[in-house]
């Protein structure tokens, strides 16, 4: 790796420990024993190397889910299983004092992460349900894009900086949750027959009702 990649991936591992704002080029420049002139050579301010680890993490998250898609060795769910997964990973590895810090300190760089997450999850998740419709895994009664829109909403509405200041709960376990709530339901398979026969019973007698 040459000294650019290392400047990122250091002030990456810096950033998520830390936090943006109290990470100095000092420490930047003293992890990767260079000077801050050597330092400032390739970025002119710590801003360049936030926006740098910004557009790494970006690259990795891609690169990652490009990899679980087209992973010939896993079948549908398998897939499913792990693109959830890695997708809370990630976001957890980034939240915290790090994502407090880039929305109170660089709005407009909050907005392209918060672009690129509604943007990157749409478009992967709508292409892996309509494979799931397909093969019979996903029901075919259900809108998907509403529960795409549903989806995106819980992750962008629990998965912030403010939420999560205010939550018992780790990121990774609020991710999952959303992810188990839409995909497997709170019902136990046996509630959720008992369910299914009750909802089938009243419209029975809506319909009977009639004129």
């Known amino acids: 790796m040459d000294l650019h990649g290392r400047i990122v991936e250091v002030s990456r591992k810096l950033f998520l420990r830390s936090g ?21 050579r390739h ?23 490009d990899s679980i898609i087209r992973d010939e060795n896993k079948d549908f769910l398998e897939k499913l299983a792990a693109l ?16 407090r810090d880039i929305r109170r300190g660089a709005p407009d760089l909050w907005k392209r992460i918060e672009s690129f997450r509604r943007e990157k ?25 509403l529960l795409l829109q549903i989806y995106l909403t819980l992750v962008q509405e629990f998965v912030n900086p403010d939420r999560l200041a205010q939550s018992n709960c780790a990121m990774s376990e609020i991710f999952e949750t959303i992810a188990r709530v839409l995909f497997e339901g709170i019902l136990t398979d046996q509630a959720r027959n008992g369910y299914v026969r009750e909802k089938t019973r009243r419209r029975s007698r809506g319909k009977e009702r009639t004129p």
Do not use: C, H, W
């Open 20 to 40: 943006y704002s109290r990470v100095t080029t000092d420490e930047i420049s003293r992890e990767l024993g260079i000077s801050k002139a050597t330092l400032y």
């Open 43 to 65: 970025f002119p301010s710590k801003r360049d190397v936030l926006e740098a680890t910004v557009d790494r993490m970006m690259e990795g998250i891609l690169a990652g889910v």
């Open 84 to 99: 959830l997964g890695f997708l809370g990973g990630q976001i957890s590895q980034a939240g915290g004092v790090f994502a």
């Open 121 to 145: 999850i749409l478009f992967n998740f709508r292409g892996l349900i309509a494979d799931g419709v397909r093969r019979g895994v996903f029901r075919k009664d259900v809108n998907q894009e």
